[in-house]
């Protein structure tokens, strides 16, 4: 007999993950571009969850695992501010009194002396509250507590810098890891209130925060905190097809149900397939898909299984436990 020079192509009947029958079947839809097997690769025969960046296919839920470890300090915004720091009688006035009371922008003073007909030679700063606007300006208009009139100051007034009450940044200090959704972030403490941000991830890890409201009132930087919730997991989004397109290259290499990462695949959501399932499986059943690695058991409709999410496959024609049995979106009256 002859040495096999030649291989075939099309797989016998039966094998796990191909076509069971001719009844109309339909794939998942990608996105931008075809599906993809994930990182690790993806078991065919199995089923599959979009992850996501709604290409990549894996045998796992995304979003199911709670990242930790990210942390992030709040900076607050800085304005520049004025406080008068000294003051000059530019007109001088009439019918002004020792102690009077004068309020010009930016502050009041006192008149300390006067001259002849009450006009003023000198006035004492009062008060001098910070604000935003500069108030120094050649001959300053003044009101007075008392009956003189035409008093105009000079003011020399000192720029500094002060919080604006605003959360003005968030910086990520430590990324964490295991991040498989935007996680939340929540800005407490240091005074005021509104301030809230947003998280970025990457790679699992968050890689940025940005403010969307920067709040008011703080007079201290904020507490910045990045939480996950768990994300219940959905029902899967399709079988794992197997359409035979990462071949056996050489002669040494081995079989595997495993699509490399990378190689496009087709997730079927309608169909008749064969299958293998973990547990013994009747006609009728229902199919329910792993969260762990994809791999199928049977239950009745609505069963509660621990570990797995029930399918919209039935069992058409079932099997002992560890036998290619075939499921079905069609046949399983």
Not at 100 to 114: E, H
Not at 146 to 174: E, F, H, I, Q, R
Not at 175 to 204: K, L
Not at 269 to 278: E, I, K, P
Request: hydrophobic fraction near 35%; charged fraction near 10%.
């Amino acid at each position: 007999m002859p040495f096999q020079n030649q291989v075939y192509q099309e797989p016998a009947y039966g094998v796990p993950g191909t076509y069971a029958s001719n009844n109309p079947s339909a794939s998942v839809l990608a996105g931008e571009g075809a599906l993809v097997a994930g990182t690790g690769g993806c078991t065919i025969a199995a089923f599959g969850w979009i992850q996501g960046d709604g290409q990549t296919v894996l045998n796992a839920p995304p979003g199911t695992s709670v990242g930790s470890g990210a942390t992030a300090t709040a900076t607050l915004g800085t304005e520049v501010i004025y406080t008068v720091s000294a003051l000059a009688v530019n007109a001088a006035g009439t019918g002004y009194a020792v102690d009077d009371t004068v309020t010009f922008t930016g502050g009041t003073a006192t008149v300390s002396t006067i001259g002849t007909g009450g006009a003023v030679t000198a006035v004492t700063l009062k008060t001098s509250p910070a604000q935003t606007t500069d108030p120094a300006a050649t001959g300053v208009a003044t009101t007075t507590s008392g009956s003189g009139t035409g008093l105009t100051l000079d003011v020399t007034a000192t720029p500094g810098t002060s919080s604006n009450g605003a959360v003005a940044s968030v910086t990520v200090s430590a990324g964490g890891s295991g991040y498989t959704a935007v996680p939340t972030v929540t800005i407490s403490g240091g005074g005021g209130t509104g301030a809230t941000a947003t998280a970025t991830i990457y790679g699992g890890a968050v890689t940025g925060v940005t403010v969307t409201d920067g709040g008011s009132g703080y007079t201290s930087a904020p507490t910045v905190t990045i939480t996950q919730e768990a994300v219940t997991p959905g029902a899967p989004d399709g079988f794992v097809f197997n359409d035979r397109s990462a071949w056996i290259a050489d002669i040494y290499d081995e079989a595997t149900m495993v699509m490399p990462q990378g190689y496009m695949l087709d997730l079927k959501a309608q169909g008749d397939y064969f299958a293998v399932s973990t547990t013994a499986s009747t006609r009728g059943q229902k199919v329910f898909a792993s969260t762990t690695d994809g791999t199928i058991s049977t239950a009745a409709a609505g069963s509660t299984v621990s570990g797995s999410l029930e399918t919209e496959f039935y069992v058409a024609i079932g099997g002992n436990a560890g036998e290619t049995i075939t499921i079905s979106t069609w046949d399983h009256n």
